[in-house]
Structure formats: structure tokens, C-alpha cells
């Protein structure tokens, strides 16, 4: 099964910040949409950021601001500052094949084993 491969997590002091890369493998021949979802513990997993083929990108209320997603062809990164003690989660990279406006997690094709993401206060 094609996994994405998710780097960057780490234990950070609040205020601080992360960068986040998440790559495809080479094999996926057609990636539209990318995008980071982050669950904590006991919550359910939610969309953090996420970027169409076509530069449509979309934000968490909660991290608007702080959180960037950019991307270059089939990798695509976050950088996290400012963080807070509340943006503590495994953060999971996706991709789907097609564009997903709504990057909604149930339609995204491929997905990483998750990185976590600890801060601390």
C-alpha cells in the first residue's frame, strides 16, 4: 500500500516552530491535492491545512496565521510557529488524486504513518 512519507515532528516549547515535509512516493503518478490533518488525543482528526494542484489552500480557524502549507510538485510542507500547547497532535499528511476543494479526509487517497508534534508550555 503507497504510504507518504511524513518528517519534522519533534518536541517544541510554546511559541516555537516546526517544519513539517511530507513526500510522495515516486510511484503515485498523478497527485492533485495535498494536505495536513493533526488529531489529538481523545478528538477526532481534523483538517489543519491543505493545497489543490491549482493553489487553492484552505486553513484551520485555529492555526490561521501561525500555519503555512506550501508545496513543490508532489512534497508539500508546513511551517508551524508560534505554536501552542493546543496544536499538541500526530500530524498526518494526505494526498488525493483529484482536486479536493473541500479536503475533506474521507476523500483523500493516500496518507502518511503520522508525525507527532508535542509542545510544550
Known amino acids: 500500500q503507497v504510504q507518504l512519507v511524513e518528517s519534522g515532528g519533534g518536541l517544541v516549547q510554546a511559541g516555537g516552530s516546526l517544519r513539517l515535509s511530507c513526500a510522495a512516493p515516486r510511484n503515485i503518478f498523478r497527485i492533485d491535492t495535498m494536505g495536513w490533518y493533526r488529531q489529538a488525543p481523545g478528538k477526532q482528526r481534523e483538517l489543519v491545512a491543505g493545497v489543490t494542484s491549482g493553489g487553492i489552500t484552505n486553513y484551520a480557524d485555529s492555526v490561521k496565521g501561525r500555519f503555512t502549507i506550501s508545496r513543490d510538485k508532489n512534497t508539500v510542507f508546513l511551517q508551524v510557529n508560534s505554536l501552542k500547547p493546543e496544536d499538541t497532535a500526530v500530524y498526518y499528511c494526505?494526498?488525493?488524486?483529484?482536486?479536493?476543494?473541500?479536503?475533506?479526509?474521507?476523500?483523500?487517497?493516500?496518507w502518511g504513518e503520522g508525525t507527532l508534534v508535542t509542545v510544550s508550555s
Open positions: 494526505a494526498a488525493a488524486r483529484s482536486t479536493i476543494v473541500q479536503f475533506t479526509a474521507s476523500s483523500m487517497d493516500y
